[in-house]
């Protein structure tokens, strides 16, 4: 047996032969043409055409992963679009001399490398969609249109990369799973196998030999390895996995479309929480009611010592409203400290993290990070039902300057031209024993409530619920907490306005009916956890 590691971009087993992704692109040669100007029409007609196919693959697929990501060959019709694109295709034609095939394939590179074209949103994630894009528009100009999967039978695909074309359009009832040599897992490959369910393992380098073509594979999605003609005792434990999986999954299943509702007829809004670009599209396949905490802090977690850019800030934020239509997406500003640190920003030592420098204290510090996120929610806000939540809030006074500083986004959008709510929903969450107490006047001034058990239940217990030590004295069920949460609740709804719980005990399914009596309107918790408390919510008699 053979084990390969690499990572896991889509969760599952598959078990099968190995097949490898045979591309009918041969090596493109340099061509000296005569007519430059029939050369720049030719490579416009393959353009209009390569167009014309990424629309229809658009509409097609929009049906099976839904309408945000098809939405990534919208993107990839506007690379195609893009006059830097085209003027830099025809103007290499008309200097070199060249043919359009060989000219396409070098610009592919080199636009990647370019300031200028980075600028306008094909950065991280997207080398895959230019090379996906050219790949097509040589494929037209060369008259080869056709890649080969070999096997009859049910198979997983290997390949050195695949792209979102290749991906959106596999055949499920055939592919159990793909394993590549390369690609990212920030990628729309990566999204996409996920969103369709397609257990799959990348970046196995060149370990993965052409030579294992045709051997028995498995395919473990949940760790990120791969096993080549696996043992006896593998296969088995990885079969028996596999089984467990699928069967759950499908009884869940069912359940989508539901109503949140009791046998007694209450309802209770289900939706996700989401930190990443990579979490959106299993909020779809999860059928949640929306995203009910986007943590923001996640974007900042993940780039290391550069501060991610407004603009990259809202292109997440865009395709979270898009994806979720009219459903409300909740986007909390960034709530940095504590145990959510951020190489990028320099928080400074503190003896307490826990209670010190965080959340919009953090923020206040950082003004020009606040007005950043407050812009860059601004405008997600003018393509879907976007609010904001304000995290860590103790005082009115917080809520005031907040709202202050939203003020003065808007002025600065307004200044722009840019469009946005005007109205957007303001939120804060309750997430000490303090925000409990004056959640009555807090819900004069905002519009909705997010209680973060989590924290609520460290601050009230005066435990750090990350120290083992201690373990066996933390209590997130102690009555205090929960008549903390009752009070809110209550405060709330003389007020006539909507509550939620987006901690861990919101997915405890042995807080679901408690929740359900005290009047809790919303629960938010992970997407992979939506259905298994939409079952117990109708469980419930």
């Known amino acids: 047996m053979i084990t390969l590691t690499g990572k896991k971009i889509s969760e599952g087993i598959a078990i099968g032969k190995l097949s490898f992704y045979k ?3 041969k090596e493109i040669k340099r061509i000296y043409v005569k007519d430059v100007e029939k050369e720049i029409q030719r490579f416009q007609r393959a353009r209009e055409k390569a ?50 095939e060989y000219i396409v394939q070098d610009t592919a590179g080199k636009l990647l490398k370019d300031p200028d074209f980075l600028k306008r949103g094909y950065n991280r994630g997207h080398e895959a969609d230019v090379s996906d894009v ?19 039978e049910p198979f997983v695909l290997a390949s050195r990369e695949l792209y979102p074309s290749d ?17 990212t897992i920030n990628s729309h490959t990566a999204v996409l196998a996920r969103t369709r369910g397609i257990p799959a393992v990348i970046g196995l380098g060149e370990v993965l030999k052409e ?19 696996p043992d006896y005792t593998t296969l088995m434990k990885m079969k028996e996995r596999r089984d467990a999986g699928f069967h759950q999954t499908k009884n869940l299943e069912r359940l989508k479309g539901k109503e949140n509702i ?14 990443t670009r990579e979490d959106i599209e299993n909020v779809i396949r999860s059928d949640a009611g929306g995203i009910g905490l986007f943590r923001s802090e996640f974007l900042y977690m993940e780039t290391g010592r550069r501060i991610p850019t407004e603009e990259q800030i809202f292109q997440v934020y865009k395709l979270a409203a898009e994806s979720m239509g009219s459903n409300r997406v909740v986007i909390r500003l960034a709530d940095l400290g504590g145990d959510k640190m951020a190489q990028c920003i320099d928080m400074g030592k503190q ?13 206040f510090d950082k003004e020009e990070i606040l007005l950043e996120q407050m812009r860059a929610i601004l405008r997600a806000s003018g393509y879907g039902n976007v609010c904001i939540l304000l995290p860590m809030v103790v005082s009115l006074e917080e809520v ?18 840019v469009a946005f709510n005007e109205n957007i929903p303001v939120g804060v969450m309750i997430e000490t024993p303090a925000a409990v107490m004056i959640s009555g006047e807090l819900a004069r001034e905002v519009d909705f409530f997010s209680i973060g058990t989590n924290d609520l239940s460290q601050f009230t217990l005066g435990m750090d619920r990350t120290n083992r030590k201690i373990e066996k004295y933390y209590n997130p069920y102690h009555p205090a907490i929960l008549k903390m949460i009752r009070i809110v609740t209550n405060n709330v709804h003389l007020e006539g306005k909507h509550v939620s719980i987006c901690g861990d005990l919101a997915a405890d399914l042995s807080m679901t009916e408690f929740f359900i009596q005290i009047g809790i309107d919303e629960l938010s918790v992970a997407p992979n956890q939506v259905l298994a408390l939409r079952k117990k919510i109708r469980d419930i008699q």
């Open 167 to 183: 991906t959106v359009q596999l055949d499920r009832n055939k592919v159990l799973g793909f394993v590549t040599m390369y690609g």
């Open 262 to 275: 009791t046998q007694s007829g209450q309802k209770i809004d289900i939706c996700a929480n989401v930190g």
């Open 51 to 100: 167009v014309a196919e990424l629309r229809e693959l658009c509409e097609s697929s929009a049906r099976e992963v839904g309408d945000a990501n098809a939405a990534i060959f919208e993107m990839q019709q506007g690379i195609l679009e893009e006059p830097m694109y085209i003027d830099r295709v025809c103007s290499l034609i008309l200097e070199e001399k060249l043919n359009a």
């Open 23 to 25: 591309r009918d692109i």
């Open 211 to 229: 030579e294992y073509a045709g051997k028995m594979i498995i395919v473990d999605g949940y760790e990120g390895k791969v096993y080549i003609e």
């Open 351 to 363: 003896s307490n993290p826990a209670i010190g420098i965080r959340g919009m204290r953090l923020l």
């Open 134 to 152: 050219s790949l097509r528009l040589i494929r037209i100009l060369s008259r080869r249109f056709k890649d080969e999967m070999f096997m009859e």
């Open 400 to 417: 005031e300057k907040a709202k202050g500083m939203l003020e003065k986004a808007k002025r600065s959008l307004k200044q722009s031209k």
